[in-house]
C-alpha cells in the first residue's frame, strides 16, 4: 500500500523557516513533488526531485525553498526559508507512479503570521 506522509508544519512569523518531511512507502519512488494549497485557490506545484537529486522549484519559492531526499530512508524533505504570509497553505508530498497514477499525502498546514 503506498503511503505518503507528511509532518513538520506549523505556525512561523514572516522570515522564519520551517522543514517538512514526507515519508514515503509502499513502493518505489522516482520523482518526489511538494505541491501546497491557498485557500479558495487552485492546488500549486512547487518543487520536484528526482531519485537521482536533480531539482526543479516554482517561480513563487525559487531561492527561497530546498527540496532534498533520503533514499535510504524513502524521505523528502522541504526546508522552507524566508517565509512569507503569502507562503500559508497546506503543502502536500505527491509522486506519479507508473501505471499507477499520481499518490498524494493527507497535507500539513503552514501558517505564516505577519
Known amino acids: 500500500q503506498v503511503q505518503l506522509v507528511e509532518s513538520g508544519g506549523g505556525l512561523v512569523q514572516a522570515g522564519g523557516s520551517l522543514r517538512l518531511s514526507c515519508a514515503a512507502s509502499g513502493s518505489t519512488f522516482s520523482t518526489m513533488d511538494w505541491y501546497r494549497q491557498a485557500p479558495a485557490k487552485q492546488r500549486e506545484w512547487i518543487a520536484s526531485?528526482?531519485?537521482?537529486?536533480?531539482?526543479n522549484y516554482g517561480d513563487s519559492v525559487k531561492g527561497r525553498f530546498t527540496i532534498s531526499r533520503d533514499n535510504a530512508e524513502n524521505t523528502v524533505y522541504l526546508q522552507m526559508n524566508s517565509l512569507k504570509p503569502e507562503d500559508t497553505a497546506v503543502y502536500y508530498c505527491s509522486s506519479h507512479l507508473p501505471r499507477r497514477g499520481r499518490y498524494w499525502g493527507q497535507g500539513t498546514q503552514v501558517t505564516v503570521s505577519s
Open positions: 526531485i528526482t531519485s537521482g537529486g536533480s531539482t
